[in-house]
């Protein structure tokens, strides 16, 4: 039987910028991984698998639209039969603010399943996930009226509070009738829970 081992770490660095080219955030994680599998019978018929590591999650433009030095300015007019009245301007820069401490959102992923041939070019996968986020990050009031807020990993001052937990099952069929043509059949049946913890 053949077992292949394979060790590695992903290295990322994200850099936010608001409107005006100002740096206001960095994040930097290194997240390593490991995966193992065992080719049974050595034929490639069946191969069990299983893997483990971290992921840096992407939070797209979250930190750039909270910070927002512009705004969104929405300006009303009012027609008057033969014109436009201005009413006036609503809104304007947000005012929130960054934890000066805020880390990056991670997940743990776990993975184990099993790559079985079931015809000469058919195979079924069956592969379990469980996968747990940290370090996630919401907003917060900043001050006592909560006039302004803050994106902070410690909301009301709690660690370890926002959590999200994944759990899924994915079945897949993956056919290849013809050199020219493939199939890919797949279900998941997944449990997903996001539990602020306050």
Partial sequence: AAIALTLGARYDEVKY?????????????????VGVS????????????????EFMEDTA????????RQGTVLSAFLF???GYDFLGAFGGPSGNILDPSLRPTYSQQVSGGITQRIFKNTS????GIYRRNRHMFEDSC????CSRYEL????????DVLRSDYRGLIF???SRPTNAMSWIFSYTALSCALRPTM
Avoid: C, M
């Fill in 124 to 127: 079924l996968d069956v592969t």
């Fill in 61 to 68: 433009l979250t930190l750039p639209g909270f910070l927002a």
């Fill in 17 to 33: 910028y608001l409107e005006n080219d100002e740096k206001v955030k960095s994040f930097t994680r290194i997240q390593p991984r």
């Fill in 172 to 174: 897949k069929v993956e």
């Fill in 142 to 145: 900043a001050d006592a009226d």
């Fill in 38 to 53: 065992w080719d049974v019978f050595n034929n490639s018929t069946t191969i069990l698998k299983a893997n483990a590591g």
């Fill in 80 to 82: 008057n039969g033969e």
């Fill in 152 to 159: 902070t990993n410690r909301p009301h001052g709690l660690d």
